[in-house]
């Protein structure tokens, strides 16, 4: 009689044990997964993807110069998160890379920086190959119509 009990409860325990282990594979199964951007990765992907031409214009200090501007473009745009900031984002965000390309020039500007907007446009085209390479990114879209826009 003990022997059952024992077998029993060990039956018992395994049932819980699966159905909790089944409900959290079930869960991350089917939860969309969240890229994480990583500074140095992106810093050295697009530093690496730069044509020589930009690399013998920037130095690896202003290309993190140039993306921190344009993440701080993304983030006022709230199309970019701090980490521990969970909004919940319903419909595609649209950005338009050079209005970014402007805000940086500008912004770098004002803090006493001079880029090429040729440089800049390069730096930012290169981050968003690496945000398509880690998956924050979709297709490209078209400019709406003014129609749309009413």
């Known amino acids: 009689m003990e022997i059952i009990v024992w077998i029993v409860g060990g039956l018992a ?3 819980v044990a699966a159905v909790a282990v089944g409900r959290v594979t079930f869960d991350l199964a089917h939860d969309p997964q ?3 951007f990583d500074v140095e990765q992106s810093v ?3 530093a ?3 044509p020589s031409d930009v690399t013998a214009e920037l130095s690896f200090d202003d290309v993190t110069i140039i993306l921190r501007l344009f993440h701080d473009y993304l983030h006022e745009r709230g199309v970019a998160t701090t980490a521990g900031e969970h909004d919940e984002v319903d419909a595609p965000q649209v950005v338009d890379p050079s209005e970014g390309v402007e805000r940086i020039v ?5 803090a006493g920086r001079s880029y090429r907007r040729s440089d800049v446009e390069a730096v930012v085209e290169a981050q ?5 390479a880690i998956g924050v990114v979709g297709a490209p879209v078209d400019a709406p119509d003014e129609d749309d826009l009413r």
């Open 48 to 50: 690496e993807a730069l």
């Open 106 to 110: 500008a912004r770098a500007a004002a």
């Open 44 to 46: 050295a992907f697009v």
């Open 13 to 15: 325990v395994f049932v």
């Open 128 to 132: 968003m190959e690496y945000f398509a």
């Open 34 to 36: 969240r890229a994480v």
